[in-house]
C-alpha cells in the first residue's frame, strides 16, 4: 500500500504514477509486503519528497529536497535503496557468523604492550619523516 500526500503542491495523476511505479521496484528488495508513506511538498523554492517505507520489522526513511520534483523522487530512492542493501548485507554477515566492526569483542583487539618495541620504532621513523618535511618546506 502506497499513500501519497501533496503539500503545498497541486496534487497530479502524473506524479503519483511516476513516484508509485518507482517505489514499487523497491519491493522486489525487500522480503515482506512493505507500506510507503510518500510527502510530496514545496518548501520555498525547494521540491521535497520524503518517503517512509515498513516491511516487516524494517523501517527506512529518506527525504530530499531539488529544484525538480521527479529529481527528488530519483534521488529519494537511491537513497532507499542504498539503506535496503546495506541493511540486508549486515543480515548476511550475521547469518554467517560474521561480526561487525564496531561491535569486535576485546579479546579480538590486539595487545599494545607486546608490540612496544615496534611502536616505539615506528615512532622514529614517523618523526625521522616529519622533520624532512618540514625542512623541505621550509626551503
Known amino acids: 500500500m502506497i499513500s501519497i500526500t ?6 497530479s495523476d ?14 522486489k528488495f525487500l522480503r515482506q509486503p512493505m507500506t510507503a508513506k510518500v510527502t510530496l511538498s514545496v518548501d ?12 516487516g520489522g ?3 526513511e ?3 529536497a531539488t529544484n525538480d520534483m521527479y529529481a527528488s523522487i ?5 537513497k532507499l535503496e542504498r539503506q535496503i ?11 554467517k557468523g ?3 566492526v564496531r561491535k569486535a569483542p576485546a579479546a579480538r583487539v590486539p595487545d599494545l604492550e607486546v608490540d612496544a618495541p615496534r611502536l616505539k620504532s615506528a615512532a622514529k621513523v614517523v618523526k625521522k619523516v616529519a622533520k624532512k618535511r618540514v625542512a623541505k618546506a621550509k626551503r
Open 44 to 55: 520555498r523554492l525547494k521540491q521535497m519528497a520524503e518517503v517512509r517505507i515498513s516491511s
Open 98 to 100: 560474521g561480526e561487525s
Open 6 to 11: 501533496f503539500r503545498h503542491v497541486d496534487s
Open 14 to 27: 502524473a506524479l503519483k504514477r511516476y513516484s508509485e511505479e518507482k517505489i514499487q521496484k523497491l519491493q
Open 74 to 78: 530519483d534521488v529519494v530512492l537511491g
Open 85 to 95: 542493501r546495506s541493511q540486508h548485507g549486515a543480515a548476511k554477515a550475521k547469518a
Open 62 to 64: 529518506a527525504k530530499e
Open 58 to 60: 524494517e523501517h527506512l
